[in-house]
């Protein structure tokens, strides 16, 4: 029988999957041990009084496990690995802390309206010390496998650099091969993963996507070329997932045109 999971729906698109890394880092957990899951998208906006009884404090996400629903992603992941032990994905201790200060740095950075209060540089440190430590366990956290770790850092990497290129124009730096390489990785996981969980809609003209992108030496490349299952995406994604795409290719990608799909 499948679990069900309460999960965050995307803000004016509820029917796709929206921007919590906690309730992504569980759903990644459930793909990676191919647990079958019923996922319901929650606006957070307008909370249905079913949700309410079950979340009493209206959190996400929210697992039914032997008829009684769990809140907190690390409870939740805990456990999903005491009762579904294989694939293993519990990360060895001496790994387990690994890039845990990435994510309230970026916060901090974020935040920051003092372009000299360091919080760039603590930032950047964090980068450097997760590359470092790729660059001798690599290509996961604990080397060649994926772990829990791996599950619980992707979801937020995807918001650094979301959040960072929009409102900064700040990028991860390209000397940090490892990080690129590791998140390019990932994002293969996450790009399916939103594809699983959402149902087909019509996205609003606000959010239309190109059909066609155009590369730099001028050849037509389809979105669904370059992108799996594109028109079911939450727009960021899907260009998360082509920065990803400049990023190997070194190619630089434009809008040729905006198509109704």
Request: hydrophobic letters at 40%; charged letters at 25%; aromatic letters at 6%.
């Amino acid at each position: 029988m499948a679990l069900e999971i309460c999960v965050k729906a995307a803000v004016g698109a509820p029917n796709i999957l929206g921007d919590c890394p906690f309730c992504q880092r569980v759903l990644l957990s459930l793909e990676e041990k191919k647990i079958p899951y019923k996922s319901h998208l929650i606006n957070l906006g307008d909370k249905p009084q079913w949700f309410l009884e079950i979340s009493p404090e209206g959190k996400v996400p929210v697992v039914k496990i032997d008829d009684k629903w769990v809140a907190d992603s690390d409870v939740i992941v805990g456990i999903l690995e005491e009762k579904n032990p294989e694939p293993p994905l519990a990360t060895p201790p001496e790994f387990a802390s690994v890039g845990s200060k990435i994510f309230p740095s970026f916060v901090k950075f974020l935040k920051s309206k003092n372009p000299n209060d360091g919080t760039e540089q603590a930032l950047l440190e964090e980068l450097k010390a997760l590359d470092g430590h790729l660059k001798a366990h690599g290509p996961f956290i604990a080397g060649e496998k994926i772990t829990a770790v791996d599950l619980s850092l992707a979801p937020k990497l995807y918001h650094l650099e979301v959040a960072l290129g929009h409102f900064k124009n700040w990028t991860i730096p390209d000397n940090l091969t490892h990080v690129l390489n590791y998140i390019k990785t990932l994002g293969k996981n996450f790009i399916m993963l939103a594809v699983s969980c959402c149902s087909p809609v019509n996205l609003s003209r606000r959010q239309k996507l190109p059909r066609n992108m155009s590369l730099l030496d001028g050849s037509q490349r389809s979105m669904h070329e370059l992108v799996p299952d594109y028109k079911i995406l939450e727009p960021s994604h899907v260009m998360w997932w082509l920065s990803l795409l400049c990023r190997e290719k070194k190619e630089v990608l434009s809008l040729v045109c905006v198509l109704d799909i």
